[in-house]
């Protein structure tokens, strides 16, 4: 089902948002008691007004996909029946690229909307992907693999700075505004995310914050390019169990270098990625740490193993 919020069609914008969601919901995006993305957070992401948003949740409830927590929001119900629908019509795919993009070509033309300039219509791009495809994978491998293309565009010579500015920037708000609305866990695990001094690459923190973030990790994102001085008080502040730095280039490495050899307590367990480590993993043994792999999907993984341990 592609489902547009297309205000000219003859079904109801708030029946198209609802049959959005109850299609996220069927297509795993989001579990049995995870919450839903507010009213205000539908507003905005949509350009819709509260009243739209409102009778949108109301009808998922009032269908049984989803019910309400005084003061939290809305939040997935999936009784037995409706589990055996949901399952019945989940098709197992490997989690890739190809394994999800490949047939529609929905990079393909996110990208001609990207160089085109054309924001309405990246938006309508962007809402059939996250109608149809689990999030993790459009975050760990659609985004990362659109800013490869762009950068190798940009190396070329066939698009200016601007343009490859303006595809990173877009992808970065609809992260950032996918990471805003995940619900803070009370009682997740403290996990610190940060850019080594002197780097400014971030959207791989971001991807690796925003699948912490929705495996229930509690995540203090700091942004990139910390302080030296600053990062002490921080991590004395924030008391949390593991911490994670990434660094993409040389000099960005070396000052992660001189952080990771800092006495920390003895239960935080200190740990760094980023791409200079996948271009010269001779880089790796300079670091006083744990290496989390190459990939968004690594680093989670290995994240959830020490947390367990």
């Known amino acids: 089902m592609n489902v547009l919020l297309d205000k000219q069609q003859p079904t109801p914008v708030y029946l198209q948002l609802k049959e959005m969601l109850q299609d996220q919901i069927e297509q795993g995006v989001y579990d049995s008691h995870q919450r839903l993305p507010s009213e205000r957070y539908l507003c905005q992401h949509y350009n819709l007004s509260r009243m739209t948003a409102r009778r949108a949740l109301q009808e998922l409830i009032a269908d049984g996909w989803a019910y309400t927590r005084a003061g939290k929001g809305t939040f997935v119900k999936l009784s037995p029946d409706l589990k055996v629908q949901v399952l019945s019509n989940k098709v197992d795919s490997p989690p890739t690229l190809a394994g999800y993009f490949s047939t529609l070509d929905l990079q393909t033309e996110l990208v001609e909307q990207l160089l085109s300039l054309n924001c309405v219509g990246v938006e309508r791009v962007l809402r059939r992907i996250f109608a149809h495809y689990p999030l993790e994978v459009v975050v760990t491998n659609l985004f990362p693999a659109i800013i490869r293309q762009f950068e190798q565009l940009w190396r070329e010579g066939n698009i200016g700075l601007t343009i490859q500015q303006y595809a990173i920037m877009t992808l970065r708000y609809q992260l950032v505004s996918m990471i805003n609305a995940l619900t803070h866990s009370e009682h997740g ?71 990771s050899q800092n006495t920390y307590a003895p239960t935080v367990k200190f740990t760094f990625g980023g791409s200079i480590f996948c271009q010269n993993p001779t880089f790796i043994n300079n670091i006083s740490g744990a290496y989390l792999g190459d990939t968004i999907d690594l680093a989670v993984t290995t994240i959830e193993s020490y947390i367990a341990k």
């Open 189 to 259: 695990a403290k996990v610190l995310l940060a850019g080594a001094p002197g780097d400014t690459h971030e959207m791989g923190l971001l991807a690796l914050a925003f699948c912490l973030r929705q495996r229930g990790f509690l995540v203090t994102y700091l942004g990139t390019n910390i302080t030296v001085t600053d990062f002490s008080y921080v991590v004395e502040t924030v008391r949390p169990q593991l911490i994670c730095l990434s660094a993409a280039t040389v000099p960005a490495m070396k000052v992660l270098e001189i952080l």
